[in-house]
């Protein structure tokens, strides 16, 4: 079967004037146009392609990726308006057709917008920028401590909402947040709590001893950086801890703590020393 708006293996069936037929080896076949055929390329060699339909709406295989495959979501450029809608930059040679029906707000050429691709009643590659109409309530699947993918889609008065794994919307509290973060950007999370509600809690640390272990690593991987010696103490400002670390005070005095019961570093009036580098 072929997978519209997905990269799948074909192998190459004949080699035509055109190009080359790929088949899925159940009866299915789409055209390779010539300029992705390599001299090299034989009958029965194995591709990787991206399937989509063209202009006129015949199903053609390319060598090149989108940025975005259908069920994704991602922030794309706008590089066309048009009576009908807008069209986003996405890697390869035919832009990404958004309708105005599908947009959240009326695009502009030159920004950027998260877009959900989809395959429209045609079988043709859409985008909409109504990411919430295309994310799923139903939280089953998520567990306490999960990693996930997460994209930071907008900045709110208390945090981010984000995506989780493409397919549910989360929250990032700005409490959770120790380190610089822009709109757009792909981050690995951790699944903090799920509401009664089924809203989505997200951290980008994982909580309980993994977390508290992961910021020891960090912690001891930081006094190696500074040849074994961080000035800080109990009597430090967060502000100074979190320029440094990009923790909190109360994760800081965790994390010595540990560190200090396992005998990894010694505590004196002007900060900890690391009893593992010289």
Do not use: C
Not at 32 to 43: H, N, S
Not at 128 to 157: A, G, P
Request: proline content about 3%; aromatic content about 10%; overall charge neutral.
């Amino acid at each position: 079967m072929l997978a519209f708006g997905k990269v799948q293996k074909l192998k190459i069936a004949s080699i035509v004037s055109v190009g080359a037929f790929l088949s899925d080896g159940k009866g299915n076949e789409v055209l390779l146009p010539k300029k992705y055929v390599d001299a090299e390329d034989a009958i029965g060699d194995e591709l990787e392609v991206f399937i989509f339909n063209d202009t006129e709406n015949r199903p053609v295989a390319i060598k090149e990726r989108p940025s975005l495959l259908v069920g994704e979501i991602g922030f794309l450029k706008a590089v066309n308006i048009t009576v009908h809608g807008a069209f986003m930059e996405w890697g390869i040679s035919k832009d990404l057709f958004v309708h105005f029906k599908e947009q959240y707000s009326d695009m502009e050429v030159g920004k950027y917008y998260p877009i959900y691709v989809y395959l429209d009643e045609q079988n043709r590659m859409a985008g909409s920028s109504k990411i919430s109409k295309y994310l799923s309530t139903e939280t089953q699947d998520l567990e306490i401590n999960q990693e996930v993918d997460l994209l930071i889609l907008r900045k709110t008065e208390i945090g981010y909402e984000v995506v989780i794994d493409n397919t549910y919307k989360g929250l990032l509290y700005q409490n959770q947040i120790f380190q610089p973060i822009n709109q757009g950007d792909r981050l690995k999370g951790y699944i903090q709590k799920i509401r009664e509600d089924n809203k989505v809690d997200v951290s980008l640390k994982p909580s309980g001893y993994a977390g508290i272990k992961g910021e020891a690593d960090e912690l001891l991987q930081k006094l190696k950086d500074y040849e074994g010696f961080l000035p800080l103490h109990d009597k430090s400002s967060p502000e100074e801890i979190k320029e440094t670390l990009n923790m909190s005070k109360k994760s800081f005095k965790k994390m010595v703590g540990l560190l200090y019961k396992n005998g990894k570093i010694e505590l004196t009036s002007k900060g900890i020393k690391s009893r593992t580098v010289p």
